[in-house]
Structure formats: structure tokens, C-alpha cells
């Protein structure tokens, strides 16, 4: 099956910085890749995601690219603010069927400082 | 967008009973749900996949006669811990697509549930 790999697993930064997380798949038929947002105690909220067809999506702040052949996935945050603070999940799921499960990767816990 | 009610979001209940979670999609027809299960400080793990009108499908490890799942409707999952034990307590989370390929997952907002 599906082994999603994230890294790091703490990321501190200053306001203002960028932030980057990176994450690797094993299955190449995946071909659908959300980030995820996780606030204590809350569920995952989508934040951007982005499909094997494409190769970078950007919105606003958020930008995520994708390396099929290498099969890794990154998404980085510019601008950071103190409200980016959360723990962020990358995923993986070969889609296109009814049964297109979601692999997570271990999280990373974001914190930005002011 | 699409929205997931997951009730209740908070439920204690005694060794040895039942508690029942909801998990309803609010303004759209979901083919296909899914429930996880998370530990503290750790990832979302699935627990089983269902579609309606159809037996869930369980991953390996996970009890299908302690973890109901019934999804009896295109809007409606429910996911029962039989016979709660300590260990069971846990942070509970679904999620349902109407159709993966175009539109992705929605989550609910999680059930903490803690078994005394």
C-alpha cells in the first residue's frame, strides 16, 4: 500500500519567514495530494491541494509543487503569521475511483513566533 | 463549499457500553465515507471506508464487530464502539466525498471520546 513520509516533524520560524514542508509517496499511481490544516482539537481543513496533472498550484500565500518522477510533494507558506501555528498533514490517494483512500504523512507541527 | 457534521464532539461514557457517532454531509450527497482514528501528537489512521447501501470495508487490524459502521443513507455514517474499553479513547474523525476525483474530501470536526 501507500507510505507517505513528512518532514520535519517541528518547524519553528519567525513571523514573516517562509515555511516549508516536504513529503515523499511510494505508490506512483497516487495522483491526488492535499495539505491539510489541523487546529487542536478540530478536524483537517483543506488548505490547498493539488493533482498529478500539475505540477505547482498557488493560492495566495500558500503554494504547493509536485515532483512526479522523484514522487514528492512540498508545500511551502510565505508571509508566515502566528495564525499559521497548527500541525499540517500532506496526503496521498490515487483517485479516479470510489474507494480512493487517503494516506497521511506523520504531521508537522508549525509554530510562528511574532 | 461542502460541509461535514460530525456529532458529538465531545462523549464520556463507562467501560463496557456503546456510543454511537454521527457523521452527516450537510449540503451534498456523499458516495463514499471514511473514518479515522487519532492519537494524541500523532496521524490520522483509517479505520474503514464505507459506501451506501454497502458493507465497510475495514483496514487490516481494526475490529469490524467493535467499530460499527453503518452508512444508510448518502448522507448519513454513523461509526459505534461497541463495548468501550479505556484503550478506545481516542479522537475520532470522518469524512465523506461525493466524488473523488473532482472534488476531494471534506472532514468533520472530530468526536474526543474517553472511555472511564
Known amino acids: 500500500g501507500e507510505n507517505v513520509e513528512q518532514h520535519p516533524s517541528t518547524l519553528s520560524v519567525q513571523e514573516g519567514d517562509s515555511a516549508v514542508i516536504k513529503c515523499t509517496y511510494s505508490?506512483?499511481?497516487?495522483?491526488?495530494f492535499p495539505w491539510y490544516k489541523q487546529e487542536l482539537g478540530k478536524g483537517p481543513q483543506l488548505i490547498i491541494d493539488i493533482r498529478s496533472n500539475v505540477g505547482e498550484k498557488k493560492d495566495q500565500r500558500i503554494a504547493v509543487t509536485l515532483n512526479k518522477t522523484a514522487k514528492h510533494f512540498s508545500l511551502h507558506i510565505t508571509e508566515t503569521q502566528p495564525e499559521d501555528s497548527a500541525v499540517y498533514f500532506c496526503a496521498a490517494s490515487i483517485g479516479g475511483t470510489s474507494y480512493g483512500k487517503l494516506t497521511f504523512g506523520q504531521g508537522t507541527i508549525l509554530t510562528v513566533h511574532p | 463549499g461542502a460541509v461535514v457534521s460530525q456529532h458529538p464532539s465531545r462523549v464520556i461514557c463507562k467501560s463496557g457500553t456503546s456510543v454511537k457517532i454521527e457523521c452527516r454531509s450537510l449540503?451534498?450527497?456523499?458516495?463514499?465515507m471514511f473514518w479515522y482514528r487519532q492519537f494524541p501528537k500523532q496521524s490520522l489512521m483509517l479505520m474503514a471506508t464505507?459506501?451506501?447501501?454497502?458493507?465497510?470495508?475495514?483496514e487490516q487490524g481494526v475490529e469490524k464487530d467493535k467499530f460499527l459502521i453503518n452508512h444508510a443513507s448518502l448522507t448519513l455514517s454513523t461509526l459505534t464502539v461497541t463495548s468501550a474499553h479505556p484503550e478506545d479513547s481516542s479522537f475520532y474523525i470522518c469524512s465523506a466525498s461525493r466524488d473523488i476525483t473532482n472534488y476531494g474530501y471534506t472532514f468533520g470536526s472530530g468526536t474526543r471520546l474517553t472511555v472511564v
Open positions: 449540503d451534498f450527497q456523499a458516495t463514499t
Open positions: 464505507s459506501n451506501e447501501g454497502s458493507k465497510a470495508t475495514y
Open positions: 505508490d506512483s499511481a497516487s495522483n491526488y
